[in-house]
């Protein structure tokens, strides 16, 4: 027969194990809920590694798509493919890509940061685009298509020989090739079709004076693109139609100064400290000497210059 105390003992015992057992069953029952909830995102496994729900919504954030296709989850899983194919060949310690990763994660910072501080901006007035488009008549109301077709040769190939050829009159683009082929060098063609909304002011103006057939010279690095004028069409873009891109391009704008300012107050903020090396750097903002000396070229072959090669963008 028992006593008190041992029948107190052994009811004690019995609650204990009656808690644990307890507690162990709310436990398994949380695992099993969270396996259950975990395996209810993932949508797709590549060797191991899932593919969730909250990726596809990422994406469709992303790249502001309405809804869940097969071809986003194909191209997730192809993403994962090449994601895993770089780790198995230890690309993820590569100090080149490592660079890069840390790279992309600071613009991801530095532009959410951006997205928390500055306010969506708003809608331009009616008067504000009217105005854009009446300064702006290359890229409107006067708006042309010009078709270049240009060769593109190495920049050492480019001998004054070469200019003086391409600067004479009534020669075209075919007496150039010809005179390549019989020197030997090699040299690639394209067809490139621009508006003069999509240059520089400068170019435009360059091109005004140019006749179909003319030809000039881009440089770009060690790279030279003879190009010449085929042909120059007018293409009007009326108010109506130009109201949208005036519209967005006024909101970017006005986004890009909200930006800056934003910029400037941490900068007025911060301590910066430049190494002597830096100091170094060369000023692409500031005129040169030549520039502040004289002002805007005097020269009509330097403005010219200067127009084509500000110009080299317009071909890309």
Not at 31 to 42: D, L, P, R, T
Not at 98 to 122: C, F, G, H, I, M
Not at 223 to 247: F, R, W, Y
């Amino acid at each position: 027969m028992k006593t008190g105390k041992e029948a107190v003992r052994q009811h004690h015992s019995i609650m204990a194990k009656a808690v644990v057992s307890a507690l162990l069953m709310v436990a398994l029952a949380a695992c099993g809920e969270k396996k259950a909830s975990s395996s209810s995102q993932v949508v797709a496994s590549v060797d191991g590694q899932e593919i969730t729900i909250h990726q596809i919504n990422n994406e469709l954030a992303k790249s502001g798509g309405a809804e869940v296709t097969k071809q986003l989850l194909d191209g997730l899983v192809a993403r994962q493919l090449l994601i895993n194919a770089a780790k198995k060949d230890k690309l993820d310690n590569d100090p080149a890509v490592l660079a890069d990763l840390e790279r992309a994660r600071n613009l991801v910072l530095a532009q959410s940061y951006v997205a928390s501080k500055v306010k969506a901006p708003t809608r331009p007035l009616d008067q504000e685009v009217e105005d854009l488009y009446r300064k702006n008549p290359d890229w409107f109301a006067q708006r042309k298509q010009y078709e270049f077709a240009q060769l593109i040769i190495a920049r050492v190939n480019l001998t004054p020989e070469l200019n003086g050829l391409m600067e004479q009159t009534g020669k075209r683009l075919e007496d150039v090739m010809a005179w390549l082929d019989s020197h030997r060098i090699q040299y690639a063609r394209q067809q490139v079709v621009k508006t003069s909304a999509d240059l520089p002011p400068q170019m435009n103006a360059t091109l005004k004076t140019m006749d179909r057939g003319a030809m000039f010279v881009v440089i770009e690095g060690p790279t030279a693109i003879l190009t010449s004028v085929q042909d120059v069409k007018s293409a009007p873009l009326s108010l109506a139609l130009a109201s949208p891109q005036i519209v967005q391009y006024l909101m970017t704008q006005k986004q890009n100064q909200a930006s800056e300012q934003l910029v400037e107050r941490l900068r007025k903020e911060a301590k910066i400290e430049y190494s002597a090396q830096a100091k170094s750097f060369k000023d692409l903002t500031a005129p040169s000497a030549g520039e502040a000396s004289s002002g805007a070229p005097n020269d009509a072959e330097a403005a010219k210059n200067e127009a084509i090669s500000r110009g080299v963008a317009g071909f890309k």
